[in-house]
């Protein structure tokens, strides 16, 4: 059974890098033909798709966040994470990590994890 799950600090600092990790279980993150990706949802707001990483390595971000945001994998701990500089109370918002399928859908997500950016 695939499972992701979240993992990182609740509360960040304006200006400061929001750092969060997806864990992956049930499949491995190299596996063809998957994306694992990053989503948000500010509060009363729809959903925003940040970026993905490709099962071969590739990394596709949004137009709007490229210049501040960073996908990277551990593979040896099928991990994905997330890196978001310059962070500003606009960025508060549930976190989601998710797997795209093969027809280019969300079929697998995580929990969420809510992230305050706040002094």
């Given at each position: 059974?695939?499972?992701?799950?979240e993992s990182g600090p609740g509360l960040v600092k304006p200006s400061q890098t929001l750092s969060l990790t997806c864990t992956v279980s049930g499949v491995s993150i190299t596996t063809e033909p998957y994306g694992w990706t990053?989503?948000?949802?500010?509060?009363?707001?729809g959903l925003e798709w940040m970026g993905v990483k490709v099962y071969e390595g590739s990394t596709y971000y949004s137009p709007s966040l490229k210049s501040r945001t960073s996908i990277s994998r551990d593979t040896s701990?099928?991990?994905f994470s997330l890196q978001l500089s310059s962070v500003t109370p606009?960025?508060?918002a549930v976190y989601y990590c998710a797997r795209r399928g093969n027809d280019y859908d969300f079929d697998y997500w995580g929990q969420g994890t809510q992230v305050t950016v706040s002094s």
């Open positions: 059974q695939v499972q992701l799950q990053w989503l948000r949802q500010p509060p009363g707001k701990k099928n991990q606009e960025d508060t």
